[in-house]
């Protein structure tokens, strides 16, 4: 099972991004879909949550602002940036809890560079 980010970028104050995460294997179900991110010196934060069930929970800081979602038929999730920020510069990385040949596990994307400057 593998992850793979993209969609990351550079970008001015108050505009938009949208992040893909797909995963490819021998993969049973998807249950969470997370994404995280971590600014330079900074520990990784949960930003943003989707559920099997589609619900979703978002970081106080990107409430508003952020969009997961999820397309099952791909196992690909998103995340929708809007109104970006600098301090939102970051490595944005997907994890997945996934059921597949191996159990269930944990994965991590690579990560996908945000940054966010004029």
């Known amino acids: 099972v593998q992850l793979q980010a993209s969609g990351g970028g550079l970008v001015q104050p108050g505009g938009s991004l949208r992040l893909s995460c797909a995963a490819s294997g021998s993969i049973f179900s998807i249950n969470a879909l997370d994404w995280y991110r971590q600014a330079l010196g900074k520990q990784r934060e949960l930003v943003a949550r989707?559920?099997?069930?589609?619900?979703?929970n978002y970081a106080d800081s990107v409430k508003g602002r952020f969009t997961i979602s999820r397309d099952n038929a791909k196992n690909t999730v998103y995340l929708q940036i809007d109104s970006l920020k600098p301090e939102d510069t970051a490595v944005y990385y997907c994890?997945?809890?996934?059921?597949?040949?191996?159990?269930?596990?944990?994965?991590w994307g690579q990560g996908t560079l945000v940054t966010v400057s004029s």
């Open positions: 994890n997945a809890l996934i059921q597949s040949h191996a159990g269930l596990n944990y994965y």
């Open positions: 989707i559920t099997s069930g589609d619900r979703t």
